[in-house]
């Protein structure tokens, strides 16, 4: 049977190597932190319905996990993000996309879960928003 979990999710191979490893997102010149975060926050629940952890103070967001079944695979993803200080005064943030995996015999418990290098195509919309309603670079 053909992996559907693999072809349902994009990695290195297809040149996004961002599964759960921190990257950075550096806001447009003169945006504000409220404008920032309000859009951040608009990413976060639009894609990931359960918000768990939203400190507008301390600058941090994190989602629950999303579970997306396939036929023999589970994979769960979720976000977070931190707003991260730099020297030239920028407004910018480290953004992570956790991905792990499960076989679906084993269950939904977190033992059952490890690393997964890859990320859910549907997820791919995720990047690109952060991208193009924050700021520019990587």
Request: net charge negative; hydrophobic share 35%; glycine share 6%.
């Amino acid at each position: 049977s053909a992996d559907e979990a693999f072809n349902g999710s994009m990695g290195s191979d297809e040149g996004v190597d961002l599964a759960n490893k921190f990257f950075s997102v550096t806001c447009k010149k003169g945006m504000t932190e409220d404008i920032a975060w309000k859009r951040l926050m608009n990413i976060a629940v639009t894609n990931f319905e359960n918000v768990e952890v939203r400190d507008k103070a301390a600058g941090w967001i994190k989602t629950g996990w999303v579970n997306t079944t396939f036929t023999y695979q589970i994979v769960r993803t979720r976000l977070e993000i931190q707003v991260q200080f730099t020297e030239e005064n920028e407004l910018s943030y480290r953004v992570k996309i956790s991905s792990e995996i499960a076989d679906k015999d084993c269950g939904t418990s977190n033992q059952c879960f490890s690393k997964y290098d890859r990320i859910l195509r549907k997820y791919e919309s995720v990047i690109s928003e952060l991208q193009t309603s924050l700021g520019s670079n990587f």
